[in-house]
């Protein structure tokens, strides 16, 4: 359904946005617009402990909010195709967009095509383990209920899917494999804080270093969810300033952190990790090395320095994360755009390459007014691009550069005419 992409379409009520409510409204102009869409239909989200509502919940809104805006706006003309776009190719000053059944015009092309999958592990396997490999976590995955499942990731996917499988019922052992074994922080209601103060440090270890000053060595959750939350503006700034270097030594030795710190867990499912890890859900620190065939499953070799060890399961699922290098992507639609030169990834090798105004550079490093992109695609660029306010606000610029275009167009079709 239109509006709900892969994270919105999940039917498991245990399946929670890991933001509080108060601040998911799609409409940056109406920031309450979420919470008072909740209250409409008897849902409480303002205080803290229930202010973590389902995913699916947010996607009837996001669908909702879809239908109410085509109607309020009857003479704006809307088509959805259901079709994969395989690649787009330049004709005069607007594009051709190739899909699985034909091909449209088009005068401007925004790409929105969100997270891409994990870099795939199933091809490198004999046929026989690969048809016990799932490669995109989002399946529906088929597995016996009393063989132990290997999660390679520990992160908000993982879990997700770790729910999903205990929800229906698994009873096999559960192994999340990560290098550093860590999982994603809990929420609490954090202590409000003030930003570093500026400039900001122009290395990453510079800013590490004014963040432990500012909360000392053990912070409470309290008081370092308070200081993430008064940065979160900053960030696009602060990655904006960083050389390509300091980017790809963050991205080397500090991503890990940064993502269980910045994108936490709603506390009702910190709560259920907790009660799991105790009973069938176990982490293990390490690297996949090898995978090789045994009676009903699989053998994974494990590295930790120097240890290796081995652990049977029935089933790996993929849970890495998404793929953040375009240059490496399998999207056709990405692949061919990098191939044909009309756009490139960013110097740390994370999303495509965009300017100000979101428009894709291409490999010669010009911007294509015709050609934008949003969300995670932009993350190279943006850094703080993957949650709902930041995409409502890029939303909005692009907006802009969309009018912006389509007026300059406008005015050569009128100076056509007259000659």
């Known amino acids: ?5 892969i994270a919105y379409s999940t039917a498991n009520p245990n399946h929670l946005l890991n933001v509080p409510a108060a601040r998911m ?9 979420f919470v008072a869409w909740l209250a409409a239909r008897g849902i409480a989200a303002r205080d803290w402990p229930h202010s973590f509502v389902s995913r699916a919940l947010y996607g009837t809104y996001l669908s909702e909010l879809l ?3 085509l109607k309020a706006n009857p003479d704006l003309e809307i088509r959805f195709i259901r079709s994969e776009v395989k690649s787009l190719m330049k004709k005069h000053l607007g594009w051709i967009v190739a899909h699985g059944g034909g091909a449209v015009n088009a005068d401007l092309v925004a790409l929105a095509t969100g997270n891409d999958l994990p870099p795939p592990i199933a091809p490198h396997h004999s046929k026989k383990l690969r048809a016990r490999i799932a490669d995109d976590p989002w399946a529906t995955h088929e597995v016996e209920k009393d063989q132990d499942i290997l999660l390679l990731g520990s992160g908000l996917t993982a879990i997700d899917v770790a729910i999903s499988l205990r929800d229906r019922g698994h009873a096999g052992k559960i192994h999340l494999l990560s290098r550093h074994g860590l999982l994603p922080q809990p929420h609490v209601a954090p202590t409000p804080s003030a930003p570093l103060p ?11 270093r004014a963040m432990r000053d500012r909360l000392g060595r053990a912070p409470a959750s309290a008081h370092w969810q308070g200081l993430m939350d008064a940065m979160r503006p900053h960030w696009p700034e602060i990655w904006l300033s960083l050389p390509p270097h300091e980017k790809r030594r963050f991205l080397r030795h500090g991503v890990t952190h940064w993502n269980i710190h910045r994108h936490r867990l709603a506390p009702v499912v910190g709560e259920y990790l907790r009660r799991g890890l105790a009973d069938n859900l176990h982490i293990v620190r390490g690297r996949l090395r090898h995978l090789k065939p045994a009676e009903d499953g699989m053998v994974a070799t494990i590295a930790r320095g120097g240890h290796v060890s081995e652990l049977m399961v029935g089933h790996v699922i993929n849970c890495t994360g998404p793929n953040p290098n375009p240059e490496k992507t399998h999207d056709h639609l990405i692949e061919n755009l990098v191939a044909s030169r009309l756009a490139r990834g960013t110097d740390a090798g994370v999303g495509l390459d965009v300017d100000a105004k979101n428009r894709v550079l291409d490999k010669s490093g010009i911007a294509q007014p015709s050609l934008l992109a949003m969300g995670a695609l932009t993350r190279g660029h943006w850094w703080e691009i993957t949650a709902i306010p930041e995409i409502a606000h890029q939303a909005q610029v692009m907006s802009g550069a969309i009018m912006e275009y389509l007026g300059i167009l406008n005015a050569a079709a009128r100076v056509n005419r007259r000659h």
């Open 198 to 208: 500026q400039p900001f440090p122009a290395t990453v270890l510079g800013l590490l």
């Open 25 to 33: 409204s799609a409409d940056i102009n109406r920031p309450d617009q």
């Open 1 to 5: 359904m239109a509006g709900r992409g």
């Open 67 to 69: 239908e109410t805006t």
